[in-house]
């Protein structure tokens, strides 16, 4: 028996006061790494993009502020240096606040956009077709004058039929707007 037989032997036992670990050991893929620190670099780019007053509302502690601001005034190479060590702070970092404001930010600019795709067609279904839409512009706001609504889209008839600029057209668009963002009674 060669003295190197039963060293193997402990190895399968538990060392006093040691348990084994190999249960709790989760393993992660190289791709997985990869994929995860891609996606804190797309989230850098993304606030690095961000203008001075939506990136106030994020939860950034100091470094992480510090290079977004110094990667914003970057140009070139340097610019892509930079992107690279904000995604490498993110991965020490909880990065779930960030999301999560970054995120209200979309939703609120995309609840904006909709609105404002929304009120285009109104203001356009006005003009094409008058009085009748008046009456469902005015269920959707109470609180609007018929009066105006009805100057303003006879106004913006006359520009469209003599091919003049649609400042009417702008003018229901901004008066609707008022009338999506008053407070409702």
């Known amino acids: 028996m060669n003295k190197f037989d039963n060293d193997d032997e402990w190895l399968d036992d538990e060392l006093p006061g040691e348990e084994q670990e190999d249960d709790e050991i989760i393993w992660v893929s190289k791709s997985e790494i990869k994929r995860d620190a891609e996606a804190l670099k797309d989230l850098?780019?993304?606030?690095?993009?961000?203008?001075?007053?939506?990136?106030?509302?994020?939860?950034?502690?100091?470094?992480?502020r510090a290079a977004i601001n110094l990667a914003q005034r970057i140009k070139k190479e340097g610019y892509r240096r930079q992107i690279q060590l904000i995604g490498k702070m993110l991965r020490s970092r909880d990065v779930?606040?960030?999301?999560?404001?970054?995120?209200?930010?979309?939703?609120?600019?995309?609840?904006?956009?909709?609105?404002?795709?929304k009120l285009e067609n109104l203001r356009d279904r006005l003009i094409d077709h008058g009085d009748d839409a008046i009456s469902d512009v005015l269920e959707l706001y109470p609180h609007g004058d018929r009066q105006q609504l009805?100057?303003?889209?006879?106004?913006?008839?006359?520009?469209?039929?003599?091919?003049?600029?649609p400042k009417n057209s702008r003018l229901i668009f901004q008066y609707l707007k008022e009338l999506a963002e008053a407070p409702q009674e």
Do not use: C, M
């Not at 993009?49 to 100091?62: C, F, M, Q, T, V």
């Not at 960030?98 to 609120?108: G, S, V, Y």
């Not at 913006?156 to 003049?164: I, V």
């Open 150 to 165: 009805r100057s303003l889209v006879r106004a913006a008839q006359k520009e469209r039929a003599g091919n003049k600029p």
């Open 96 to 117: 779930e606040p960030i999301q999560t404001a970054l995120d209200k930010l979309k939703n609120r600019h995309n609840q904006q956009v909709s609105l404002f795709h």
């Open 44 to 64: 850098g780019t993304e606030l690095v993009k961000l203008g001075k007053n939506a990136l106030e509302r994020i939860p950034l502690d100091e470094d992480l």
